[in-house]
């Protein structure tokens, strides 16, 4: 049996710390496409608002069925190809009205900390003081606009999307 010392603690805490801290930086992952452009999303509000649909021009239903808005759609088509927005702001400038539609996804993020601390004979049971390295690693949620379209007199006047 190989006698433990304090140098050899070290060096394997400090070796475990290594491995774990880039096995933690090579776990990120995609995050799942938003809801607005399912398909099958995009043709259950089809069928639920039928008459909406038949409204349209047929331009605009094309635009709907692929999940894309242009310049010039209502509300109501937006709400078929991308779905009810997550955050609506209504505005006024010079007395005209206007709103902005905001949808949301969200992206994982990985965390990881390594640290090394010490601590005092507080410590209570067999653990009287002493010092040592710790690792650490998270996963959080980002929320972040996705998508979004201005509209002004109930038309699209402008539209962004993030790739």
Request: charged residues 20%.
């Amino acid at each position: 049996m190989i006698p433990r010392t304090n140098n050899f603690d070290f060096f394997l805490q400090s070796i475990i710390s290594i491995v774990l801290v880039l096995l933690c930086l090579t776990s990120c992952q995609t995050s799942p496409k938003p809801k607005y452009s399912d398909h099958a999303g995009i043709n259950h509000r089809i069928k639920k608002h039928i008459l909406k649909y038949d409204n349209l021009s047929e331009q605009h239903k094309t635009k709907v069925r692929q999940g894309e808005i242009v310049e010039g759609m209502s509300r109501d088509a937006v709400f078929l190809a991308w779905g009810k927005a997550d955050r609506v702001q209504q505005a006024s400038t010079n007395g005209r009205k206007s709103e902005h539609w905001a949808y949301f996804a969200s992206d994982p993020v990985s965390t990881a900390s390594v640290g090394y601390g010490g601590g005092g004979p507080w410590g209570g049971g067999y653990h009287h003081g002493g010092t040592g390295w710790g690792v650490g690693s998270d996963v959080h949620v980002v929320d972040y606009v996705a998508r979004s379209v201005d509209f002004a007199s109930d038309r699209v006047v402008a539209w962004q999307r993030s790739r």
